[in-house]
């Protein structure tokens, strides 16, 4: 039996491990000093301390991982997403070290990782929307002014919504093309920042590949417009805003990208959408977190077909074969304070799940686990699966309300709100979704203000939050909390 390293923690190192163990291959996991009792590690066959707490001392130490590989001797590795799930020199060393990487090879990584080559690539089959790299402030300025402001700045070899600055007004310029730079630099060692026409409000939808290079196959479309600070919140497929003739319309663009690119494996082609029109965005050359909503509609598991095209046994399926079936929501369950989304870690006294048929919970957190403050806040995904929308709405609503998590605050508070609003139940929203959300109960809102006013401690971070944020739709004070929400995720608190 082949060993496999999943390169990688928590709820995505579960789930890869899932389907090793599927597939009769062996699972073998990291974990840093500061993931001793994580959960991902329960789930390997074997495991190796890779010491550090910070990511760059542990899951982004390519040596430190390679090292480990060899130890238990595996052959293969899965990156998961985040972390080095999208870093070239990791591929190249993988190679030269003789491990098989689980995801496109080196040369499709390095296009897809230059967002402004893959730009350029992808322009030739697919709209883009008008911009291009600067250098230097005098650069960035003629670039604004020529395609007109607001525009957006974007690190070139980044992602996750890292060094992305929207510029409404000159003034803000030199500014933001500073601090974008920086936090490039911090985030992904490169200061490479170009520059394009911000288009207000879109919609935010992404299309599923998987390629073999021989045969580029389309797993449907996802819409991930529900988002705070470019991290998605909320996900479903198919798209509430696409007729029959823009699915294919914007699946059939995504191929041909993924064609122009050469590229293999499973990826994610994103494009923004307004007035009708796609626009190109980036391909991410990875699983997505929101992935299970696409296995869920299809019956198709993508880690599978990651791992049969890396190993180079190719695709098991045609696009004939693919059978979408219903429809499937995610939602990111964090652990993040639940009016400012500050990320709160701290020590689950409670867990309990939902459970029910059709609803899927992807997770590493269990009672009595402290979640460490050095990594990404989410901490779970709940995933509902039915025959119509309408059905799973209401079926991640009931979901949301029987889920427990005590002992921190959770975004489920959140959640609840935005199911529940009339712009989501219609499927008409967009990126500005949560800038506008309105109030979900006033009464009740006016219950949780009463509740937090008797905790000193809460209420002055409530009133700091308040005093910093910029975002409109925190002005609503706590009316969006209902009494359930209190009692549920605010008696764990003190």
């Known amino acids: 039996m082949q060993k496999i390293l999943i390169a990688n923690r928590g709820e995505i190192a579960i789930r890869i491990a899932q389907t090793c163990k599927k597939m009769n291959l062996i699972p073998c996991g990291i974990y840093s000093d500061a993931d001793t009792s994580s959960l991902h590690v329960k789930h390997c066959k074997e495991a190796i301390n890779i010491g550090g707490r910070l990511p760059q001392e542990s899951y982004l130490d390519i040596a430190k991982i390679i090292d480990a590989a060899k130890k238990l001797d ?18 190249k060393i993988c190679k030269r070290e003789g491990i098989t990487f689980i995801g496109p090879s080196t040369e499709a990584m390095g296009l897809t990782g230059d967002k402004v080559q893959a730009k350029k690539i992808a322009s ?26 607001p525009v957006i700045l974007k690190a ?65 479309e996802r819409e991930c417009s529900i988002q705070r600070r470019h991290q998605k919140l909320i996900e479903e497929t198919p798209s509430p805003a696409l007729s029959h003739e823009k699915r294919n319309q914007i699946t059939d663009i995504a191929k041909n990208i993924i064609k122009e690119l050469d590229y293999d494996n499973a990826g994610t082609v994103e494009f923004l959408y307004k007035n009708g029109e796609f626009y190109f965005m980036e391909v ?17 598991d993508i880690v599978e077909q990651q791992i049969q095209i890396a190993t180079g046994k190719g695709l098991l399926i045609k696009q004939k074969d693919i059978n ?51 990594y990404d806040s989410l901490i779970s995904k709940l995933i509902c699966w039915g025959s119509s929308r309408n059905e799973i709405i209401e079926k991640m609503k009931n979901a949301l309300f029987e889920f427990r998590i005590s002992g921190i605050p959770s975004t489920i508070p959140f959640h609840i709100s935005a199911l529940n609003d009339t712009r989501f139940v219609d499927g008409k929203y967009d990126t500005s979704f949560i800038d506008k959300l309105t109030t979900f109960s006033e009464k009740k809102g006016e219950i949780a203000a009463a509740i937090f006013a008797q905790i000193p401690k809460k209420l002055q971070l409530v009133k700091t939050d308040e005093k910093n944020n910029q975002d409109k739709w925190m002005k609503n004070r706590l009316g969006w909390i209902s009494k359930y929400d209190i009692e549920r995720n605010l008696s764990g608190w003190v």
Do not use: M, W
């Open 156 to 220: 070139v070899e980044g992602g996750g919504g890292r060094g992305l600055r929207i510029v409404k007004k000159i003034e803000d310029l030199k500014q933001a093309f500073l601090s974008s730079k920086n936090e490039s630099v911090l985030g992904f060692g490169s200061d490479r920042i170009y520059i394009e026409k911000y288009i207000e409000n879109p919609r935010h939808i992404e299309v599923q590949i998987l390629s073999d290079n021989s045969e580029i196959l389309h797993l449907g």
């Open 284 to 300: 991410n050359a990875r699983i997505q977190v929101e992935h299970p909503i696409t296995e869920l509609v299809t019956g198709i």
């Open 124 to 149: 030739k089959v697919a709209p883009v929307i008008e911009g291009r790299e600067i250098s230097n402030e005098t650069d960035a300025l003629t670039l604004s002014e020529k395609i007109g402001f």
């Open 324 to 374: 979408f079936k219903g429809h499937a929501i995610e939602c990111r369950i964090n652990a993040e304070h639940p009016l400012s989304f500050i990320p709160y870690p701290g020590i689950v006294k409670n867990f309990i799940p939902p459970k029910g048929t059709n609803i899927r919970v992807d997770t590493a957190l269990y009672s009595g686990y402290s979640i460490p403050i050095y």
């Open 74 to 91: 595996c052959n293969l590795i899965h990156p998961g997403y985040g972390f080095l799930s999208e870093n070239q020199k990791f591929t």
